[in-house]
């Protein structure tokens, strides 16, 4: 098993084309072709957390957070960032990280934490822009069924909860090959008329690579001519936070205890209480005061996330239950969401959970 074939299956959970544009993802420290004894899988990649890739003889750290998040212009051991790097590279262990990719899927962290409430209807919060495109393409009428097949099966014209969707249009296209052309159809130098199918698809930008290539390898001509769009339509699936609903409202006081005990912390930071029911409840791991406003407007009775500043509860204006449950809280399941997807693809191979205790905030009881 190679750095490579682990990092591939962990970015069809999480394609890293949907990190946000801040984030630094991927595989930060290492080489993808060297060849992997254990996965470490951790929240934050500490000198610790090294230390015990060493010792429990892993070579690949996968770690929610990336290490590396802005550049460095040097490797002297003057901070954390700088020793964690050091040290990784002296023992030959690779780090990974997806961050806001995974913050970004359906089923990633923020599915986590509605898992942990039992949160049932769940949308995504916040759509991320661009995520879908459009290709529009020619061909041959007597192509056109192979050609969408192999679109089909390549990830294209999938809307929701259906498949194989695509819209096609008849008519004729005109060419004329030079010299050096090498025409399937049609003659050099002859004006050639071809009855023609236009095929137009929806699909993932992540999945662009991968529907090109099954379009160059199924169609005949020797020049394709097609087209791509960015689409301002988006993805149900993809997107920063959810939100979802309580089998049962909850008064807030009985709130705030379910919540506490759910998501296993001794301190939660709230906005004033609003009299109201809970019943509907947006959730955002890790930073998410930018997020407050998008939960009012989602009618959100209450939000779930973490580091709001002081300024930030005063967005509530009794409207909202905000809820600040600690950053690390919020992504705790994280891990365990990491290690279930691994061993479930990789069945015979060793992937451990860290037993390090990243956080690095202490609470005074």
């Known amino acids: 098993m190679k750095v490579k074939d682990i990092t591939q299956k962990i970015e069809q959970l999480s394609p890293l084309s949907y990190a946000e544009g801040f984030d630094n993802v991927g595989l ?82 923020n599915s986590a934490i509605c898992d942990a409430l039992k949160l049932k209807n769940r949308a995504i919060l916040i759509p991320q822009k661009h995520t879908i495109h459009k290709l529009v393409t020619y061909v041959p009428h007597k192509h056109s069924e192979m050609l969408r097949k192999a679109l089909f099966e390549s990830g294209a014209g999938e809307i929701g909860n259906y498949s194989n969707c695509s819209f096609n249009l008849e008519g004729y296209g005109t060419f004329k090959g030079n010299d050096n052309s090498n025409p399937t159809i049609g003659e050099k130098n002859l004006l050639h008329t ?66 506490k005990n759910k998501m296993q912390t001794n301190c939660i930071r709230h906005s004033a209480l609003t009299g109201k029911k809970i019943k509907k409840v947006a959730v955002l791991g890790g930073s998410g005061a930018f997020a407050i406003d998008k939960a009012k407007a989602a ?20 409207q909202i239950l905000l809820t600040d449950i600690g950053h690390f809280e919020s992504e705790q399941f994280t891990k365990m969401l990491l290690f279930d997807y691994l061993t479930k693809n990789f069945p015979n191979f060793a992937v451990v959970l860290s037993d390090v205790n990243t956080n690095p905030i202490k609470y005074y009881q």
Do not use: W
Request: aromatic content about 10%.
């Open 28 to 109: 930060l420290v290492g080489n993808p072709e060297m060849s992997v004894n254990k996965v470490l899988i951790t929240l934050d990649t500490l000198e610790s957390v090294v230390d015990e890739a060493i010792e429990k003889k892993c070579n690949l750290i996968v770690s929610f957070h990336p290490i590396i998040f802005s550049g460095l212009k040097s490797l002297t051991g003057q901070n954390y960032v700088e020793r964690v790097v050091m040290k990784a590279i002296k023992n030959d262990i690779a780090i990974y990280s997806m961050h806001t990719a995974l913050d970004n899927m359906f089923l990633g962290v």
């Open 194 to 259: 071809e009855n023609e199918t236009q095929i137009n698809v929806i699909f993932p930008k992540h999945l662009e690579n991968k529907i090109l290539k099954a379009l160059k390898e199924n169609h005949p001509y020797e020049e394709i001519a097609y087209e791509i769009y960015v689409l301002e339509n988006t993805h149900q699936h993809i997107g920063m936070g959810m939100i979802g609903e309580l089998e049962n409202p909850m008064d807030e006081q009985d709130f705030l205890n379910y919540l």
């Open 299 to 318: 009618k959100a009775d209450a939000f779930v996330s973490a580091d709001f500043k002081y300024h930030d509860f005063f967005k509530a204006e009794n």
